[in-house]
């Protein structure tokens, strides 16, 4: 499986932004889905999961702002933020849980929260 990010940017404080994330191949219904950040100087952590059953967890910072959501038929994951905070500022990364111990990445779309 390959995974495409898109949709970061620049955005306000208190802005919105969709990310998505388009996979190959035929599995993607049978993985769970997820999105994860780093930001510059910090290590990598979990924004966002959704599994292939469609149930989600999320990051405790982004709790009530983020939303997760994937269309099988599509093949696609997206990440709507809303109510941005600078400190949402980071690289953001699709990742597809294929099976214990591995995991695939795609390549990072960068969102930039400022003024």
């Known amino acids: 499986v390959q995974l495409q990010a898109s949709g970061g940017g620049l955005v306000q404080p208190g802005g919105s932004l969709r990310l998505s994330c388009a996979a190959s191949?035929?599995?993607?219904?049978?993985?769970?889905m997820g999105w994860y950040r780093q930001a510059p100087g910090k290590q990598r952590e979990l924004v966002a999961v959704?599994?292939?059953?469609?149930?989600?967890d999320y990051g405790d910072s982004v709790k009530g702002r983020f939303t997760i959501a994937r269309d099988n038929a599509k093949r696609t994951v997206s990440l709507q933020m809303s109510s941005l905070k600078p400190e949402d500022t980071a690289v953001y990364y699709c990742?597809?849980?294929?099976?214990?111990?591995?995991?695939?990445w795609g390549q990072g779309t960068l969102v930039t929260v400022s003024s």
């Open positions: 990742n597809a849980f294929i099976t214990r111990g591995v995991s695939v």
């Open positions: 191949g035929s599995l993607f219904s049978l993985y769970t």
């Open positions: 959704i599994s292939s059953g469609g149930s989600t």
